[in-house]
């Protein structure tokens, strides 16, 4: 059974950093990419950033590029979300995914077969 549960949210000033962990289980994150994706009340989930199987590729975002870095520890088998100079319109609700297609590096979340339960992110200005 797969699961993604992810962690290292809260109640953040701007300007601040957080980092967020997803500790999968029943899947290998070296044979997946992996994404992260956020969702406010009212919005669609949207994509955030991705992580290819190797590891060598990434792609983010434009609205968080240069301040975001996805990573992963595959030893741990856990992505990672290290965020900086966070904005208000950074709060949201952020979830880890997996996509099994080991050759794309998708943004649509209908690309992505496992999802975490999310963690909540809140950005007070």
């Known amino acids: 059974q797969v699961q993604l549960v992810e962690s290292g949210g809260g109640l953040v000033q701007a300007g601040a950093s957080l980092r967020l962990a997803c500790e999968a289980s029943g899947l290998t994150i070296s044979r997946c990419t992996m994404g992260w994706f956020r969702q406010v009340p009212g919005k669609a989930r949207e994509f955030v950033a991705a992580?290819?199987?190797?590891?060598?590729?990434?792609r983010y975002a434009d609205s968080v590029q240069g301040r975001f870095t996805i990573s992963r520890d595959v030893a741990k088998n856990t992505l990672y979300l290290q965020m900086t100079s966070l904005k208000a319109e950074d709060t949201a609700v952020y979830y880890c995914?997996?996509?099994?297609?080991?050759?794309?590096?998708?943004?649509?979340?209908?690309?992505?077969?496992?999802w975490g339960q999310g963690t909540q992110v809140t950005v007070s200005s």
């Open positions: 992580i290819n199987y190797s590891g060598v590729s990434a």
């Open positions: 995914a997996a996509d099994t297609n080991i050759l794309s590096l998708a943004v649509a979340r209908n690309d992505y077969d496992y």
